[in-house]
Structure formats: C-alpha cells, structure tokens
C-alpha cells in the first residue's frame, strides 16, 4: 500500500515540498471560506472550487518545472512591488533634497537634486538633453 503510494506520488510536484504559490492558494481558499460563512454567495463558493481544484492540480503534476515556473511569476511579481514600495518610501524620505523626473526620451527615471532654478539636464541612459525647473 505504502508502495504504491509512493510510486503515484513519484516525480510529482507534491514531493517537491510546499512553495509559496501553493500557501497563496490555500489561504486564499479559506480567507474565501471564513469570508463566505456570511456572504453565503454562489460565485464565491465556485471560485474557491477552483481555488481546490488548482491547488491539487499543481501537487499532482508532473511538470515541475512548469509549476516552478509558476510560483517564480508570483516571486517576481512580489518583488516588484516591494520595489515600488521602497522607491516610494525613499522618494518621500528624499523629498526636502532630492527631486524625481522621468526622462521624455526613454521614460527612464532620475534622481535629482533640489536645486531651486531651470536646469539642462542630460539623460546618463540615452544621452539626450532636456529641460526640468525646479520651483522650490
Ligand atoms: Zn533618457
């Protein structure tokens, strides 16, 4: 019995161990749930369905790297807005100093110091000039 537990389990995502994707989905589903003890909605109760069926699917695959693949999309998109937090924060934190203007050629942005005046400034990215004025 033992054996041939092992030997469904063999090569599928489950016996890679948990990843985050998998902890998103499950708590999702039981936010969901709690959550519809008191809406008592239909939609809800079918996406949390699907929510099931998505979580079991992925443990039950054999495609690891497609699965890994997965999670990494959720990492990566977990990274970006932490990023954008910390730029936000820095911005804020800088804002007595520091000025931020995006570049009109290549959309890059930049860090400038707060320097009451109009100033040419040269994009480091793309080389091209233009004009930023700083009011106070
Ligand atoms: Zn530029």
């Known amino acids: ?9 063999y090569g599928r995502y489950i016996t890679y161990g948990s990843d985050l994707l998998s902890k998103v989905l499950i708590f999702t ?3 969901l749930a709690i959550a519809n003890l008191f809406l008592r ?3 809800v109760q079918l996406i949390e369905y699907a929510l099931v069926v998505y979580f079991v699917y992925r443990l039950m695959s054999k495609n690891i790297s497609k699965r890994q693949n997965e999670n990494q999309k959720l990492l990566n998109f977990i990274n970006k ?3 954008k937090k910390e730029f936000a924060e820095r911005k804020q934190k800088e ?6 203007k995006t570049c009109p050629f290549c959309s890059v942005t930049l860090r400038l110091k707060r320097i009451k005046g109009e100033h040419n400034v040269i994009c480091p990215r793309c ?4 004009k930023v004025t700083v009011k106070r």
Do not use: D
């Open 1 to 9: 019995m033992m054996y041939r537990l092992r030997q469904f389990l």
């Open 29 to 31: 589903c039981l936010a």
């Open 41 to 43: 909605l239909v939609f």
């Open 81 to 83: 807005l932490k990023g």
């Open 95 to 100: 804002r007595q100093t520091h000025i931020y």
């Open 127 to 130: 080389k091209n000039s233009f």
